[in-house]
C-alpha cells in the first residue's frame, strides 16, 4: 500500500522529462516584441502631439500680446492726437489713420514700425507687412531687423464707425506653425471721448 501511495504521491514527470523544453518559443517572441513596439509607438505618437500643442499654445500667446500691442498703440496714437495737439484733435487721429482705413472691400493694412510711425504695408494689396524680428538680448520685438525674424506678421486696419467720433480698430497677428497658418484678430471700438 505504501508503494501505492508513493506513486500517487508522486505527481507527474518534470516537465523536461516529458519532451519539452522551459522558455519561450519564437512566435511568443515576436508577439511580446511587437505589442511592446505599439506601445512604444502610442506613447511616442502622444509626446509628440503635446509638444506640437505646447509649442502652439506659446505661439499663440505670444501672438495674443503682439495684437493687444496693435490695439493699444493706435489708442495711444488716438490719445496723444486729441489731448497734446490743436482742437482738431480727433480729426488729426483719423488724418494718421487713414493709410490704414479699409474703403470699400478692399483693406488697406498698416504698422508701426520702430519710430511709432504708421506705415502702409499691403502695397495697394500686393504684399504683406514686414515681419516682426525678435532681440534675445532685449527680449522684444521690433522691426529694425535687429534678431532674428520671429515669424509673426502684424496688420492693423480700421474702419469707420457709423457715429462721426467712433472709429473700429482691428490688429491681426500671423504666424506659420508646422503645415499650417494660424492668426488671432482683436479689435476694439475707440471713441472721440474728448468734445
Known amino acids: ?3 501505492f ?4 504521491n508522486k505527481g507527474p514527470a518534470p516537465y523536461e522529462a516529458r519532451g ?23 506613447i511616442m505618437a502622444v509626446l509628440a502631439g503635446s509638444i506640437a500643442n505646447t509649442n502652439y499654445a506659446k505661439r499663440k500667446m505670444v501672438a495674443t500680446y503682439l495684437a493687444q500691442e496693435g490695439i493699444e498703440f493706435i489708442r495711444n496714437v488716438r490719445d496723444t492726437e486729441v489731448l497734446y495737439t490743436t482742437s482738431s484733435g480727433w480729426a488729426d487721429f483719423e488724418t494718421a489713420i ?6 470699400g ?14 506705415i502702409e504695408c499691403d502695397n495697394g494689396g500686393q504684399g504683406p507687412c514686414d515681419p516682426l524680428f525678435y ?14 525674424d520671429s515669424g509673426f506678421v502684424r496688420s492693423i486696419w480700421a474702419k469707420d464707425g457709423s457715429p462721426n467720433n467712433e ?14 497658418t494660424y492668426n488671432i484678430i482683436f479689435s476694439e471700438n475707440l471713441f472721440n471721448w474728448i468734445e
Open 5 to 8: 501511495f508513493k506513486k500517487k
Open 167 to 180: 472709429v473700429k480698430i482691428f490688429s491681426k497677428v500671423e504666424w506659420t506653425q508646422g503645415s499650417g
Open 105 to 118: 472691400s478692399s483693406t488697406k493694412f498698416c504698422y508701426f514700425n520702430d519710430q511709432n510711425v504708421i
Open 20 to 42: 519539452f523544453r522551459s522558455g519561450f518559443t519564437l512566435v511568443e517572441m515576436l508577439v511580446a516584441v511587437s505589442i511592446f513596439t505599439v506601445s512604444l509607438l502610442g
Open 135 to 148: 532681440d534675445p538680448t532685449t527680449g522684444k520685438y521690433n522691426y529694425s531687423h535687429i534678431g532674428g
Open 1 to 3: 500500500m505504501s508503494k
Open 98 to 103: 487713414r493709410d490704414c482705413d479699409s474703403p
